[in-house]
Nanobody, 124 residues
């Protein structure tokens, strides 16, 4: 059974940092892409970042480029999202999700498995 579990969210002042973790089980980390998404109240779900280890690629939404970094530890089956210089507009529930291929599809509907989400709240 595929499972994804996020952790690391919290309350942080603007300019601060958080590191989110996404622990996976039930699948091979090396063969698939893992995306990070976020959803704020009343807004569409947005892909923040994605990592595909099999092709060595990462990508980021323009809104987080230069501030967020995605990485993975295949031995621990965990993907991380390091978030620096956080802004109030980064406030959202953050999810990780499994894409059933190596391709980092920007469309959230193509991701097959989702974690439960972790809340990130940034105050000014």
């Amino acid at each position: 059974e595929v499972q994804l579990v996020e952790s690391g969210g919290g309350l942080v002042q603007a300019g601060g940092s958080l590191r989110l973790s996404c622990a996976g089980s039930g699948f091979s980390f090396e063969g698939y892409a893992i995306g990070w998404f976020r959803q704020a109240p009343g807004k569409e779900r947005e892909r923040v970042s994605c990592i595909s280890n099999s092709v060595g690629s990462t990508n980021y939404a323009d809104s987080v480029k230069g501030r967020f970094t995605v990485s993975s530890d295949n031995a621990k089956k965990t993907v991380y999202l390091e978030m620096n210089n956080l802004k109030p507009e980064d406030t959202a529930v953050y999810y990780c999700a499994l894409q059933p291929s190596w391709y980092c599809n920007p469309d959230h509907r193509s991701y097959s498995y989702w974690g439960q989400g972790t809340q990130v709240t940034v105050y000014s």
